[in-house]
């Protein structure tokens, strides 16, 4: 084996001061984070996602539960015209882990009708409907007064003043989501694609060009050391964006954020992916020109609908199926599982596509680009 | 062991036949010159040779090791500046120096390679701010920075100023004075006069021309001439009363020579013509009128006197 650690640091002591003096790559790496964070933070400032939409989950089989759902619905279902001012219920499946779905839709409202609804309304015994919801946001509020309003009507038609059924109150996971938790895992994912992406597309032609790949081909310096030299360094430069865009977020805009290792994992894979896409794409065009379309059409999309400036689950669900082949949304989803829930189960399965498809992708570039010519 | 063989080595790109069955050889320790018009095949052989460009057919053997699949190992051996030599934008000269003996873990002394290919006045300039020639330079001490048995120097001296120019010659003898091989292609035939024990020259991917220069210039040269400044009127006096071949313009007139006697009548011719003339000179084709007259053929030019 070839390989040399201290010629990969040698290469990336190399480039990476070649990066801070340039104007670009010091602007992309320490400036555009910040200024994207301040302005989208200040655009969307103190505004909650709105959340409309609204989780039941009815473990009754019997047929009160069933008339509890119809009442629900037909005091508030909004879902087909779009009012922004109604609720929207949409069922979930007895076997599922409510409280984890929630998080999974990053929804925080939703009603669970316990199993034995039935049984124990029919024989007047005292029954709890779960009311999940966020203290601080105003859907929230509309849907307790609603499931009250359902469960008031419950209440008259069984036994006489007798107040049988009850409302369980539950807290969603955390306290209150805003814009702002969203945008900063969404954005580091922005930079984790976009420097890397930009910066290798541009330099597989470059260095083609200007023949510095045959240079270097020249020098004992192997391909995977010089590529694994680039992962280093947008890695590093990641990590500065997390913590300015996370210092940004939290002191200026007030962000809830779960530091922890979870993060950390991210902010290696990304980068990872990112440089090793961006020097595969660059090895199919030969000009600049053609290399930057091409670098383009693979990163605006990502760019766009992976979730980086808006949540995917608030988008609309063809889109939304357009962001699950998107390697960048399984970045920003695990970040956000990590950093606003705190679930880490949820983002073991992002880490291990995300890691599987960098190894490929990794592996296809050092395959595929050639410093030589034949 | 010859420290470079060449046999039948061809290389077409498309259609063009890029090197077209080109056969040499470079002794360890000497300084081997590939001229030739633009275009001729030579970048694309000293790419070969460097392991940078795959042959079509025929061998290649660098220190004895085939350039393509063994060029890790050669790399190592031979230093290389890159026709037009291009460099990241940003590191400096000494930068540049230390990145390459780490790469290829050799303790460098940058100053002292500076001083050697005179740039060590642009040390800390950003290789982006560099001048041309200043840049070229730099590529030269990248070339030794891994003390290599064999070096390729393609157009080294392209754009230099005639100090710059003298700065490499200088450092090319060096190389020779230690023993080391140099092959190296330039369109300065004095250059090449000036630096190789052998040149070849290169015509639509053939060698049209192998040797010492005086080999070549007395193999190809069409002999003495006779160079006199003068006017039209002396030419033509010179067309009319003698059988010598002369040509005239620029305010000279280019007298050939086959053989003494022809000497003889021309000096003469001149004295019997009249004319205002000075200036006169006898010498031999030089390696610039063999090179023009070689690369020329067949493409029209230089056969205007025959
Ligand atoms: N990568 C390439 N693809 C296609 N054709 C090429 C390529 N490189 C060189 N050629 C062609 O091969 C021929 C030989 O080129 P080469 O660069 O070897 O010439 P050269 O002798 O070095 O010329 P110069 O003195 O101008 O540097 C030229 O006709 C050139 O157009
Ligand atoms: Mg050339």
Redesign the interface.
Known sequence: M?FSL??TM??L??YG??SL??REGFFFTLVFPVILILLFGAIFSGGGVSQSTVYVQNNDTGPVGAAFVSALNSTSNYCSNGSSAGLCLRPVPMDVNFSQYLSSKSASDGIVIPANFSLAFESGQEVNVTVFGNPSSTTSAVVSGVVAEVVNGFNVRGAAGVHHVGIASRTAVSSNYKYIDFLVPGLIGFAALTSPMFAMVNMSSTYRR???F??L?????TKTEWLLSKIIWYVCTTVVSFILMTAVGVYVFGAHIALNWGIGIFLLLGPFFFVSLGMLVGTVSNTPEAASVVGNLVTFPMMFLSGTFFPVSSMPKYLQAVAHVLPLYYMIDGLNEVMIYGNFEAAYIDMALLLAISVVVFALAVKFFRW??? | MPAIEVSGLKKKYGDIQAVDGTSFSVEEGEVFSLLGPNGAGKTTTI?IL?????KDSGTAKVLGLDPWAS??EL??R?G?I?Q????????TPR?AIS??G????KKVDPDELLRRVILDDASNV?FQNLSGGQKQKLGMALSLV?DPQVIFLDEPTTGLDPQARRAVWEVVRKLKDEGRTVMLTTHYLEEAEELADRVAIMKHGKIVAMGTTEEIESRFGSGQRMVVKGGDDLLKYLRENTRLRAEGGAGEVTIFLRDKADAMVALGAIEESGAAWEDLTVRRDSLEDVFLKLVGESEGIGEGGE
Do not use: M
Not at chain 1, 217 to 221: D, G, K, N
Not at chain 2, 102 to 105: D, R, S
């Open positions: 070839r201290s010629r040698s290469d002591k190399v001061r070649s003096r340039s200007d023949k510095v045959k240079l081909s020249l020098t004992p310096l030589r010519e034949d | 790419e460097e392991g940078l460009r795959n060029g890790y790399h190592k031979i290389v890159p037009g030599f291009k460099f990241l934008d940003y590191p930068e990145y390459y780490a790469l290829f873990g950003w891994n």
